[in-house]
T-cell receptor, first 113, second 115 residues
Framework: AQSVTQLGSHVSVSEGALVLLRCNYS??????LFWYVQYPNQGLQLLLK??????LVKGINGFEAEFKKSETSFHLTKPSAHMSDAAEYFC???????????FGTGTSLTVIP | DAGITQSPRHKVTETGTPVTLRCHQT?????MYWYRQDPGHGLRLIHY???????DKGEVSDGYSVSRSKTEDFLLTLESATSSQTSVYFC??????????????FGPGTRLTVL
């Protein structure tokens, strides 16, 4: 079975500071990994995804994530936080033979001016 | 925007009443999903569909049923709503006819309150 753990349900950073949101997954077979962002009262939007190939994945709005198989991690980073980055972020996993996404419990990002 | 609409967007109902939520898509996607979102739980899959009249259960399917009589509509029914079903419900699709491991795109959500 697959599962996702997001460490830290709430993260606060100052505007301009590094954003680091942590995601660890559990999967017995190679995973496909996703980060989604949710703004208040909206649905989820895809930020980026890893399926195969290059382990450093770049997404929208300056975000990127690195797949580290040895650490079973897929942490999301952004070099410089912007006020507009304040939102809830979800990590998700699915295997290449699976038919169900598994989502983490989410991390709420606050950006302090 | 994957052409997904959900209706209603907000609903308040009473315990014991039936409720049907509708997900509508305009682009002939094969795979459709219903999730619920609750604080501290993230999104959890209720049911999904891989074609007309082809559906399967997710991890939190108890108390819910679904139907898909045509490609564009995926209905979620709460036969007898309970307060524990108060939640925000999201519909999602996987584009085209690709395998279900592809990216999922989400609708705007329906906020359901069961009193």
């Amino acid at each position: 079975a697959q599962s996702v753990t997001q460490l830290g349900s709430h993260v606060s950073v100052s505007e301009g500071a590094l954003v680091l949101l942590r995601c660890n997954y559990s999967s017995s077979v190679p995973p496909y990994l996703f980060w989604y962002v949710q703004y208040p009262n909206q649905g989820l939007q895809l930020l980026l995804k890893y399926t195969t190939g290059a382990t450093l994945v770049k997404g929208i709005n300056g975000f990127e994530a690195e797949f580290k198989k040895s650490e079973t991690s897929f942490h999301l980073t952004k070099p410089s936080a912007h006020m507009s980055d304040a939102a809830e972020y979800f990590c998700a996993v699915i295997t290449n033979t699976g038919n169900q996404f598994y989502f983490g419990t989410g991390t709420s990002l606050t950006v302090i001016p | 925007d994957a052409g997904i609409t959900q209706s209603p967007r907000h609903k308040v109902t009473e315990t014991g009443t039936p409720v049907t939520l509708r997900c509508h898509q305009t682009e002939n996607h094969r795979y459709m999903y219903w999730y619920r979102q609750d604080p501290g739980h993230g999104l959890r899959l209720i049911h999904y569909s891989y074609g007309v009249k082809d559906t399967d259960k997710g991890e939190v399917s108890d108390g819910y049923s679904v139907s898909r009589s045509k490609t564009e509509d995926f209905l979620l029914t709460l036969e007898s709503a309970t307060s524990s079903q108060t939640s925000v419900y999201f519909c999602a699709i996987t584009p085209g006819t690709s395998r279900s491991t592809d990216t999922q795109y989400f609708g705007p959500g329906t906020r359901l309150t069961v009193l």
